[in-house]
T-cell receptor
Framework: DQQVKQNSPSLSVQEGRISILNCDYT??????FLWYKKYPAEGPTFLIS?????DKNEDGRFTVFLNKSAKHLSLHIVPSQPGDSAVYFC?????????????FGQGTTLQVKP | DTEVTQTPKHLVMGMTNKKSLKCEQH?????MYWYKQKAKKPPELMFV???????INESVPSRFSPECPNSSLLNLHLHALQPEDSALYLC??????????????FGPGTRLTVL
């Protein structure tokens, strides 16, 4: 059973426009969410996170929105740049597990066209 | 500085070989992790060390043996691997590992090929 889902395997966006990557989760006990960016043959790079006590967190061009009632989060990148082309993973952590165990989604490949 | 280093970058080994993967961080983090990632799949957790003690083993076969000599180092000893174990092996670290708002920082990975 996949607890974290990224239903869009790929997304293509024009440079300068907004990229919106979506993530859904099923476990209501998740209360910390992270986005990672990954280039081929490299490790994931941490982008931004959000705690369940917030509904928005912003860092430069990256904003993460959390809708707890819908069990949905999204990552907005604006403006998108060709260097943003990578695989984006959403990850969630269980609030009461106290183990640091992250559950990853399947990833969305973002292509930003010049 | 959020750097986690891993060596070697690439490793090719036969099924009868014994090899080790190494991971190092100097961020003062007390939790370290091993993940395995196959192509076009998300990272899968293998082991978690918290304060140098193994806290999670995700039912990993015994041919993978983790070791945490100190708070900065994490090793993964490999023995009698199978071709299906070929993957990218990622190390990560976080500040505490017991607080669920820790952020994990990943190393670049070791690309392992088992012949």
């Amino acid at each position: 059973d996949q607890q974290v889902k990224q239903n869009s395997p790929s997304l293509s966006v024009q440079e300068g426009r907004i990229s919106i990557l979506n993530c859904d989760y099923t476990n209501s006990m998740f209360d910390y969410f992270l986005w990672y960016k990954k280039y081929p043959a490299e490790g994931p790079t941490f982008l931004i996170s959000i705690s369940s006590i917030k509904d928005k967190n912003e860092d430069g061009r990256f904003t993460v929105f959390l809708n707890k009632s819908a069990k949905h989060l999204s990552l907005h990148i604006v403006p998108s740049q060709p260097g943003d082309s990578a695989v984006y993973f959403c990850a969630a952590e269980h609030g009461s597990s106290n183990t640091g165990k992250l559950i990853f989604g399947q990833g969305t490949t973002l292509q930003v066209k010049p | 500085d959020t750097e986690v280093t891993q060596t070697p970058k690439h490793l090719v080994m036969g099924m009868t070989n014994k090899k080790s993967l190494k991971c190092e961080q100097h961020m003062g983090h007390r939790a370290m992790y091993w993940y395995k990632q196959k192509a076009k799949k998300p990272p899968e957790l293998m082991f978690v060390y918290s304060y140098e003690k193994l806290s999670i083993n995700e039912s990993v076969p015994s041919r993978f043996s983790p070791e945490c000599p100190n708070s900065s180092l994490l090793n993964l000893h490999l023995h009698a691997l199978q071709p299906e174990d070929s993957a990218l092996y990622l190390c990560a670290s976080s500040q505490v590992g017991l607080a669920h708002t820790d952020t994990q920082y990943f190393g670049p990975g070791t690309r392992l090929t088992v012949l």
